[in-house]
């Protein structure tokens, strides 16, 4: 089902038969949803909404073929992709995951969230990413044999800035960046940041000047990433020599990259491994730990300290 506000499309009777429709696929009746959407869509073939529900309600069918054309119809009308039709595309296997996932999608998606992310995390997911990265950062620095201290921290999608209580602390000052406008209000009102800028971490870090940062931290972010080489690469050049990169990766058995039925990346260990040594981090920890639930059961994740050397 759709994570994001369907585009109104000022046509009130559009509205009405595509509710209609969505009421049928939300009761399980994916076919009869399918057959509605279809009709709406031929009458009125504009229609963004139409066609990415016409995708979804083919896809509850059974119809794999016939949901992959209504997506690609849905591409063509919204470049931009805000309601994720490209991700829905790479998860049935017709694209590859790389460059999926939209920015508007990621925006759109915590713009409207950002109200209740706190309480949905905590709460409904049990999350506990901050909490992870801050013992894996003391772990990492007590075997160093360096303080729990940095200087400029940057802060990759920091949301409403849940990193922020643990980590701001130990930093000089702590820089958060995030996609989302409304989320970055929501951090600003913590009055931990030293700064904070709405925009793409990788972008973000590529506009640091080299040696810029001493600390680079990604609590639950890097899911929203297919390549991870381009982030630890950015992440190297704005970094202090020896400078920190700690972060949380959604992972799984296999090899490469995955896109999960939530609509999020999971990264294997063994890429995750070779992409740090490429950018050029040694890794003092890279260990397995979940730090969110779904539906009561733990996501399998990592916690990786990396150095650079």
Known sequence: MSIVPIPLSGDPALHRRLDWARAYLDGGEGKVAAEMLADLVEEAPHFLAGWF?????????GDAAGAIFAYEEALTRDEADVLGAGLRLARLGARGPGGAMSPAF????FD???GRFDT??????????PEVLDAALRTACHAAGAPLRFGRALDLGCGTGLAAPLLAPACDALVGVDLSPAMI????????????ETGEMVAFLKDQPPGAADLVLAADALCYLADLDGVFRAAARAL??????????ETHDGAGI????????AHGRAYVADALAAAGFAT?????????????????GLVCVARLD
């Open 106 to 109: 990621v925006r759109t998606l």
């Open 185 to 196: 209000e929501k951090a600003r009102h913590l009055g931990l940041y030293a700064a904070l």
């Open 284 to 300: 003092p920890v890279l260990e397995p730990v979940s730090t969110r639930t779904e539906k009561g059961v733990p996501v399998p």
């Open 258 to 265: 995955l896109l999960r039925d939530t609509l999020r990346y």
């Open 120 to 129: 949905a995390l905590r709460e409904g997911l049990a999350y506990r990413g």
């Open 53 to 61: 529900l016409l995708g979804e309600a083919r896809e509850a069918a």
């Open 240 to 249: 202090v020599p020896a400078g920190w990169l700690a972060f949380t990766v």
């Open 112 to 114: 409207q969230y950002a």
